[in-house]
T-cell receptor
């Protein structure tokens, strides 16, 4: 079955880069996603990448996709305290549904 | 106003009680979802609906039922709540683009004693 794996916790200092990693299993996923959950809120789409791309950059965010290894990463440059949140990797799982990873809690300290 | 709203936001109930969680959306989307979130387990799909007449079970539907009363409303029921249904519950809708952007409500924190 489909499974999306992520490390559960990452701690960085303000101004550093953060890299959150994810592995997925469904090679037929058309898109892969990063969602962000701030405390007390629902998830919000942060960025996504089409499966025929290797990289996507959006301001401070860089998404890298290695289809051969089924590995997805999210890099946040110049991490700020406001970036502290839980980040979820997700893949298309057919029939308009998503399979989410367990989430990586990013803690940014001043 | 929020596009996806959930009521109640918090609920404490007792084992065996019937509970309904409600979700409304103003985005005009056809596709709606119910998830539960547990610490360390991420989000798991309970039920999803593509329109009023199309209801589908997700990964963990046992113990839950849903009703799609209208395009804008999707309710989740726990017929007889049990303590391991204590969790954070999210409703979501899906956008119309080619990619699966889901829009989440603020969540309902349910505690079953």
């Amino acid at each position: 079955g489909e499974d999306v794996e992520q490390s559960l916790f990452l701690s960085v200092r303000e101004g550093d880069s953060s890299v959150i990693n994810c592995t997925y299993t469904d090679s037929s996923s058309t898109y892969l996603y990063w969602y962000k959950q701030e405390p007390g809120a629902g998830l919000q789409l942060l960025t996504y990448i089409f499966s025929n791309m290797d990289m996507k950059q959006d301001q401070r965010l860089t998404v890298l996709l290695n289809k051969k290894d089924k590995h997805l990463s999210l890099r946040i440059a110049d991490t700020q305290t406001g970036d502290s949140a839980i980040y979820f990797c997700a893949e298309d799982s057919g029939y308009s549904t998503l399979t989410f990873g367990k989430g990586t809690m990013l803690l940014v300290s001043p | 106003d929020a596009d996806v709203t959930q009521t109640p936001r918090n609920r404490i109930t007792k084992t065996g009680k019937r509970i309904m969680l409600e979700c409304s959306q103003t985005k005009g989307h056809d596709r709606m979802y119910w998830y539960r979130q547990d610490p360390g387990l991420g989000l798991r799909l309970i039920y999803y609906s593509f329109d009023v007449k199309d209801i589908n079970k997700g990964e963990i539907s046992d113990g839950y039922s849903v009703s799609r009363q209208a395009q804008a409303k999707f309710s989740l029921s726990l017929e007889s709540a049990i303590p391991n249904q204590t969790a954070l519950y999210f409703c979501a809708t899906r956008g119309t683009g080619n990619y699966n952007e889901q829009f989440f409500g603020p969540g309902t924190r349910l505690t079953v004693l």
